[in-house]
């Protein structure tokens, strides 16, 4: 299958906004869930946001609720994460992750890895 592909990462000033993006040409995309985790130094990435397919029930993690939104296109070709009041502890390296079997795989242990985006956010 078509690996996914992220872009949009990036460095922004604490407070900031940036937008994530994730998408997997030549597969049908819409029949996904979809998420993202962060790995920072020193640890093992973990959970972010996901999305369900069908429904779009999305899931947060604690620490960015408020402040990130999980969502797909309108043709449903890529998900987006969109990040408000970045904080420096936000800063990390993104991974886009997919399963078929929901967003409970999502959270848990997706089947599907990205390459990563770096984002940095400067104080």
């Known amino acids: 299958q078509a690996q996914l592909q992220e872009s949009g990462g990036g460095e922004v000033q604490s407070g900031g906004s940036l937008r994530l993006s994730c998408a997997a040409p030549?597969?049908?995309?819409?029949?996904?869930?979809v998420g993202w985790y962060r790995q920072v130094p020193g640890k093992e990435p973990e959970f972010v946001a996901g999305?369900?397919?069908?429904?779009?029930?999305?899931h947060y993690d604690d620490s960015v609720k408020g402040r990130f939104i999980i969502f797909r296109e309108k043709d449903k070709s890529a998900v987006f994460l969109q990040m408000y009041d970045l904080k420096t502890g936000d800063t990390g390296v993104y991974y886009c992750?997919?399963?078929?079997?929901?967003?409970?795989?999502?959270?848990?242990?997706?089947?599907?890895w990205g390459q990563g985006t770096q984002v940095i956010v400067s104080s």
């Open positions: 992750v997919s399963a078929t079997q929901g967003l409970w795989k999502v959270v848990r242990n997706p089947t599907s």
């Open positions: 030549g597969r049908d995309f819409s029949k996904e869930a």
């Open positions: 999305i369900n397919w069908g429904d779009d029930s999305t």
